[in-house]
Nanobody, 115 residues
Framework: QVQLVESGGGLVQAGGSLRLSCAPS????????MGWYRQAPGKQRELVAS???????NYADSVKGRFPISRDNAKNTLYLQMNSLKPEDTAVYYC?????????WGQGTQVTVSS
């Protein structure tokens, strides 16, 4: 079973920044698209950003222009740079393939933004 380990979350004030990392135990190179997802309390998990092997990115409207996604296939790591954070960005953030195919969800990393 593939293990997904997300890290980099924390408590930050509104307007601050965080950088999330994800290092799966299986190569991300074989999957064309990877994504960052989030789940806020009482809400469904949603796709925040995705990136293909070719570097094509796609973002949810709510984070467009603030959360650049990147991937380093050589380091087998996916990143999410979170800038200009807002209280509504508070959620548990997860990485996975996009679309989600066979990898089970990891524990995620909690991001809490205070106003």
């Amino acid at each position: 079973q593939v293990q997904l380990v997300e890290s980099g979350g924390g408590l930050v004030q509104a307007g601050g920044s965080l950088r999330l990392s994800c290092a799966p135990s299986e190569s991300i190179r074989i999957y064309n698209a990877m994504g960052w997802y989030r789940q806020a309390p009482g809400k469904q998990r949603e796709l925040v950003a995705s990136i293909t092997n070719g570097g094509r990115t796609n973002y949810a409207d709510s984070v467009k222009g603030r959360f650049p996604i990147s991937r380093d296939n050589a380091k087998n790591t996916l990143y999410l740079q979170m800038n200009s954070l807002k209280p509504e960005d508070t959620a548990v953030y997860y990485c996975n393939t996009h679309p989600v195919v066979s990898w089970a969800w990891g524990q995620g990393t909690q991001v809490t933004v205070s106003s």
